[in-house]
């Protein structure tokens, strides 16, 4: 597509790399720096173009400094403004020299003309050179209270800059105050916008260090300054619109009133051209109506049409990010969007990565009234030319099959791309036959008739050879050569490279053993004796071989219970990703994290996470913590939006289509045994659940401990207390154990406990908020916290229950040791009443 | 906000390198370009337009054959920073009325300029190249428009169109004409990109229209401006929107599913008499995108067939009919059709008399392509090829060929429907008249038929 990359830096006419040049420009300059002479300024303008040119393909240009500098004294504002863009990019490397610009760039910002005290004043603050900061105090001051906005505008986000080179100089100079003040006064709306990006930042990354930065995010967010901000919305431009209506989608209205206020206010939003403003504004939607399941469900409504249309209307990079949303949309509530199929088609001309999504969104939303057009236009992909695609379209085929109950026909379409004799088609098909046979074992007949035909010898690709082998050894018993197929890839075990291959064929062997053992032994004992030697890759596949000679020794028989135990059929795949994770992506919504699919924790640094997002101490110390947005506002998300989803489902009466990203428990047979359990099982280690595993042991550790008689609580807690997760992990990092202990739940209490959400708003009816929480049954993990009533002293709870114990282990830190006992007895008998009527 | 903007040719060299926060190490359009040019994950061969190395969100956007990035290390909204990324493309485009790497080369002192007021700090100040004119002092540099590839879908104006002045689309907003003397003009194009899946039957899978209606004024003075659409229009489908008074089973009327606006549009008689008040603000914008699935009349029927002639040999026959008045002309058409992998070569034979008609079979991809310099309406023509295989066919060679897909641009033709009845500019002085075109334009979007 695209010519081949250049060769790294080799001297070209155009690149020129060498020192000479830079020299040669030096002196020109040198000697145009006192000139006066007309025409002088004209050639100063194509030296500068040219340093400026070299700068940019990055040859260093940083010698000529002086000269550049010793040239700047011009009344040419083309001039000055190149002369501000070198002096800004090389200054911080020779603070020294750059002494010598502060003279007259703080001659500058006392000029007449608001537009070049703008621009000194910005070019000032660009500088980055710490020993300088004691000259930017003065012309900030000045600038902030400029008769111009375009000054005031450069100065409200000089501040900002200031904080980033000297934090201290800038507090101590109170420029926030004078911020403040400035966005709820300021006539100009940009000089409003720019203050409320610099205050954000510095509150945002003073947050952990100061709780008066807590406070003043705090009141950032509150009515007054969420309100003004709202009324003016109009005046602001796209961009600014965007950053109030994310301030908005962090407050918290007072009731329900204020939320519809808020939304029909923000209603024409949604037409607007800009897609930033349509996704900043549904943020804002979703998340006021996280506690209203109806008025939820009518944004989703409401915000679909709009969202299609961006999805047209744009460049295809706009519409990929649109599509993300959407997609995030499709798959927390599918059925919502299952009569909007056709959008998801794939076009001819979008590139590959907008397909992908479009595949994944067409399988969650496919249920019985659309799976046949869904599956139709599926099989057209299948014989893509687009590989990737076709693969990938294939598989969403069969995980249709495995999420629907008639899976008739579709069976039906998956064996017939076995007939398409097409290697790729052909393997990911294998695989999928087999995922399918787990779940449905009574289709075997019909697709064992189907594989039997396949030679083996058509088949490359480990997985599907794997996949093969394995119904080979499954249903050996149905299908007449197997002993013999498998005794011919035994004798090539030298050419099967891959350990998975390996494995399913030791397994296959057994399993067929034990079914046809005359026509089987002589090909186990050739796998068992191949895998036995098999010790230069994978140990994994001569300890298997040795654990199935050994066992067959044995005992025969148990040896078929181990290796070919009658099975239960799997009910429900395992997701791949937690819901507790995607409803932090969810919360995270507008962001690069719906994207990448992941939340923001595992892709940014920590000084890069606003202190309302979860860093991932406290994430792997809990089982998936929730999302800090969530959790200053834990009485808005009361309800789960699981919760809000599956109740819609059963209004549709549609609970009969599976419903993509629940909670496996919800769908799983009772007794799902041996492979299902232990693939369910699996899949659920998230990685921070081993930590859990063994919390757990040491919980079962410990010996019966009667529950002590609630103390009558002689504490009262603020009913409305507000702390954020920054400070939180900042105060359970200080503090030590205040108390420990362990104690049991009332049977009642086991019982209610299906969800954490149940737990945390019974909590809530005692004043006890929390914060972040996790796992799922039996396991799981909360961090509470709480207030003193009248006081600034917090409690902080770690609260591990295991359901199946009924055990609970309590860690109490507290901030004033007197008060935690009380504290500790008020929490237990809160915890005792749970489940309780 | 973003940490660093820069502009990268084809080649990966920076054209225009911006650092506003220097959080990102140096290096950072290196790593883009390297990551961009070899992309391998997810078993993709493309980029996306967003991804992460080290930390580092890169976001990017291809505007005329350049790399438009930003660089991050926040959790940032994409769509706010794709959306600046292009709007700034498109700022640069109406300051330098062409944008290509020469200009950008030619302009890059200029662009700096720009992109100093346009971002600060990383955070978006302002984008109205109305707003920018007092800012900038550069002068551009202009470029020969005429030899230069037509970019972006207003383009399509510039070949061939006699009607229309070739200029318009290149004009700088800040450039004066020789004689010192602006025209007073304002173009309004309606240009619609069309989508429609046709069956192995011929029948219609699925259709739609994404429309934009796109201005660029050079009025001076700002005067208001009205734009009538179809009296009938209707807003929102099966009745759900309040729009839906008209009863859309009457024939003539035009439905779309949604619409949004430039924030300039006054909507005040929008619901009564279907008119969109607006002071155009410089430069090129999009007054109003909709979306329409309303059933529409193809412009282009497609027949293909391949059938086998031999173990070793098939036949194809593809046939094409343009269902539009004869007073139009499509142009640029391109029909390529996937024939099976062991196809080892194709003859061809153009039907008598073709002219402007070139034929290709692309070894690589396996594909036939038939390009067509133009279509007059209500005509047909056929192209037939006969292909030789490497290996037999099992008797599915159907199942291994297709989808044909169609590329076209027809101008002054809408599938829609949606018109513009009359452009009103709130008039200063008796003489003043200026030039207003109205044009429309549709482009095949995905225009697939299967086999």
């Keep these: 597509m695209a010519p081949p990359i250049p060769a790294p830096k080799t001297p070209s006419p155009s690149q020129p790399s060498g020192k000479s040049e830079v020299t040669d420009l030096k002196l020109q300059l040198r000697q145009l720096a006192g000139s006066r002479a007309p025409g002088a300024d004209d050639s100063k303008r194509d030296l500068f173009k040219r340093v400026i040119s070299y700068m940019t393909v990055g040859i260093d240009v940083s010698s000529a400094f002086s000269e550049m500098v010793m040239c700047s004294a011009t009344s040419d504002i083309v001039l000055k403004k190149m002369c501000y863009l070198y002096v800004g990019n090389y200054a911080r490397c020779n603070p020294d020299l750059a002494l010598l610009t502060i003279n007259f760039l703080q001659k500058d910002c006392r000029d007449e003309d608001p537009m070049i005290r703008g621009l000194a004043l910005r070019s000032l603050c ?712 | 906000m973003i940490s660093q903007f820069f502009v990268l040719s084809q080649r990966g060299d920076n054209i225009v390198f911006r650092d506003y926060r220097g959080e990102v190490p140096k290096g950072s359009a290196e790593i883009f370009f390297r990551k961009v040019k070899f992309w391998k994950e997810d078993e993709a061969e493309e980029a996306p337009p967003v991804f992460n190395v080290d930390g580092v969100n890169y976001i990017h956007v291809k505007v005329a054959g350049l790399l438009f990035v930003a660089t991050t290390r926040v959790n940032v909204s994409p769509s706010l920073v794709l959306e600046l990324l292009q709007r700034i493309a498109r700022v640069i485009k109406d300051y330098l009325g062409v944008l290509n790497e020469e200009s950008l080369r030619k302009n890059f002192v200029l662009v700096y300029e720009l992109l100093d007021e346009v971002i600060d700090f990383g955070y978006p100040q302002t984008t109205s190249t109305e707003v920018l004119k007092s800012y900038i002092f550069n002068e551009p540099i202009m470029v020969d428009a005429a030899r230069l590839p037509p970019l972006g879908p207003a383009a399509m104006f510039m070949q061939g169109a006699k009607r229309m002045p070739g200029t318009a689309v290149t004009k700088s907003v800040v450039a004066n004409e020789p004689g010192g003397r602006k025209r007073e003009e304002i173009f309004v194009d309606i240009i619609e990109k069309i989508s429609v899946t046709f069956s192995s039957s011929g029948y219609i899978l699925t259709s739609e229209i994404d429309g934009t209606i796109q201005m660029k004024s050079y009025l001076t003075g700002n005067p208001e401006i009205r734009l009538a659409l179809n009296e009938d229009l209707s807003i929102g489908r099966n009745g759900s929107s309040i729009y839906d008074y008209h009863s859309s089973s009457g024939g003539g009327t035009v439905v779309l599913d949604d619409c949004n606006f430039h924030e300039s549009v006054h909507l005040d008689s929008f619901d009564i008499d279907r008119t969109l008040t607006l002071i155009p603000p410089d430069g090129e914008f999009a007054v109003m995108n909709y979306r329409m699935t309303q059933e529409f009349k193809p412009p282009f029927r497609i027949n293909a067939l391949i059938e086998e002639a031999g173990p070793l040999k098939a036949e194809v026959l593809l046939k094409i009919r343009a269902d539009f008045s004869p007073s139009v002309t499509a142009n640029t058409i391109t029909v390529q059709m996937p024939v099976p992998s062991y196809t080892a070569r194709a003859s061809f034979e153009l039907e008598a008399g073709a002219v402007g008609q070139t034929t290709d079979f692309k070894e690589g991809s396996k594909r036939l392509e038939w390009c067509l310099k133009k279509i007059v309406g209500g005509a047909e023509h056929t192209l037939r090829a006969k292909l030789t295989f490497s290996q037999e066919s099992h008797g599915n060679t159907t199942k291994e060929a297709g989808p044909v897909n169609m590329n076209f641009t027809i101008p002054m033709y809408n599938a829609s429907r949606l018109q513009v009845r009359y452009l009103q500019i709130a008039k200063k002085s008796k003489t003043y008249n200026p030039y207003r075109w109205v044009r429309y334009v549709t482009q095949a979007n995905s225009y697939v038929a299967r086999l």
């Design chain 1, 126 to 837: 660009s500088l980055r050179v710490p020993n300088l900061v004691e000259y930017l105090v003065a012309p900030l001051g000045a600038g902030l209270k400029d008769g111009s906005p375009y000054v005031r505008m450069v100065a409200a986000l000089g501040v900002l800059k200031l904080y980033h080179i000297s934090a201290a100089m800038c507090l101590d100079s109170d420029f926030p105050a004078t911020l403040k003040s400035l966005m709820l006064s300021d006539p100009d709306a940009q000089v409003v916008a720019n203050c409320l990006h610099s205050l954000q930042e510095i509150w945002n990354l003073e947050a952990s260090k100061s709780e008066e930065a807590s406070r003043e995010i705090e009141a950032l967010y509150s009515k007054p300054v969420v309100f003004f901000l709202l009324n003016k919305i109009k005046d602001f431009s796209e961009w600014a619109q965007c950053l109030v209506l994310d301030v908005v989608s962090k407050y918290i209205p007072g009731d329900n009133n204020e939320i519809f206020d808020i939304m029909n206010f923000l209603e024409d939003r949604l037409q607007h051209a800009n897609g930033a403003v349509v996704l900043a504004t549904i943020k804002v939607f979703l998340h006021l109506t996280m506690s209203m399941t109806d008025v939820h469900q009518q944004v989703y409504e409401r915000i679909k049409a709009p969202l299609l249309t961006l999805v047209g209307a744009g460049s295809p990079e706009q519409s990929y990010a649109v599509l993300c949303h959407l997609h995030l949309l499709v798959m927390r509530a599918p059925m919502l969007f299952s009569s909007d199929y056709k959008h998801f088609y794939c076009q001819f001309s979008e590139p590959s990565f907008v397909k992908k999504l479009k595949l994944e969104m067409l399988t969650a939303i496919a249920n019985e009234s659309n799976t046949y057009e869904i599956v139709t236009e599926l099989c057209e992909y299948a014989r893509n030319i687009d590989i990737p695609i076709a693969r990938e379209s294939i598989r969403a085929v069969g995980k249709i099959a495995l999420q629907q109950y008639d899976v008739n026909a579709i069976v039906d379409r998956l064996l017939q791309f076995l007939e398409m004799e097409k290697d790729y088609v052909t393997a990911e098909t294998l695989v999928l036959v087999k995922d399918l046979l787990r779940k449905y074992p009574q289709w075997s007949h019909d697709c064992i008739a189907v594989v039997g035909n396949i030679s083996s010898k058509n088949v490359q690709e480990p997985k599907a050879k794997a996949a093969l082998i394995w119904m080979l050894g499954e249903y050996s018993q149905d299908m007449l050569d197997a002993p013999y197929i498998l005794e011919s890839l035994i004798e090539n075990w030298d050419d099967e490279h891959a350990p998975e291959v390996r494995l399913h064929l030791l397994t296959a062997a057994m399993k067929c053993f034990f079914k046809r053992p005359p026509e089987t032994q002589k090909a186990l004992g050739a796998a068992l004796a191949a895998g036995l030697a098999d010790t230069h890759q994978a140990w994994d596949v001569h300890d298997r071989a040795l654990f199935y000679y050994r066992l067959v020794q044995y005992d025969v028989t148990v040896a078929e219970h181990v290796v070919n135990p009658p099975k239960q059929a799997v009910s429900v795949f395992a997701d791949t990703q937690s819901s507790e994770i995607k409803d932090r992506i969810f919360d995270e919504f507008n962001t690069l994290s719906v994207v990448y699919q992941k939340p923001s924790y595992m892709f940014t640094d920590k000084e890069h996470r606003g202190p309302f997002e979860f860093s991932e101490d406290l994430a792997s110390l809990s089982v998936g913590a929730q999302s800090a947005e969530n959790v200053i506002s834990a009485q808005r998300y009361q309800e789960n939006d699981n919760d809000l989803l599956l109740s819609t489902s059963e209004k549709e009466e549609n609970g009969s289509s599976a419903h993509y990203g629940s909670v496996p428990s919800a769908y799983s047979a009772p007794q799902a045994l041996t492979e299902a359990a232990l693939i369910d099982h699996g899949s659920s280690a998230f990685t921070s659940q081993s930590a859990f595993a063994i919390d757990d042991l040491l919980g079962l550790g410990v010996p019966d401990a009667p529950a002590p008689a609630p103390a009558p609580p002689t504490l009262n807690l603020n009913t409305k207390s507000a702390l954020d997760p920054g400070t939180f992990q900042r105060k359970w990092g200080q503090l030590g154990i205040t108390l420990s202990q362990e104690l049991s739940l009332s049977p009642q209490g086991v019982v209610g406990l299906t969800t954490p959400q149940s737990l945390i708003r019974h909590m809530q009816g005692h004043s006890i908020q929390c914060i972040a929480s996790g796992g799922q049954s039996p396991n799981y993990k909360f961090f509470f916290f709480a207030q003193k009533e009248g006081s600034s002293v917090f409690f902080l709870v770690e609260c591990i229950i295991n359901t199946s114990s009924a055990k609970v282990h309590l860690k109490i830190k507290a901030e004033d040791g007197s008060a935690a006992e009380p504290f500790s007895a008020l929490f237990q008998s809160a915890l005792l009443k749970f489940g309780l009527p």
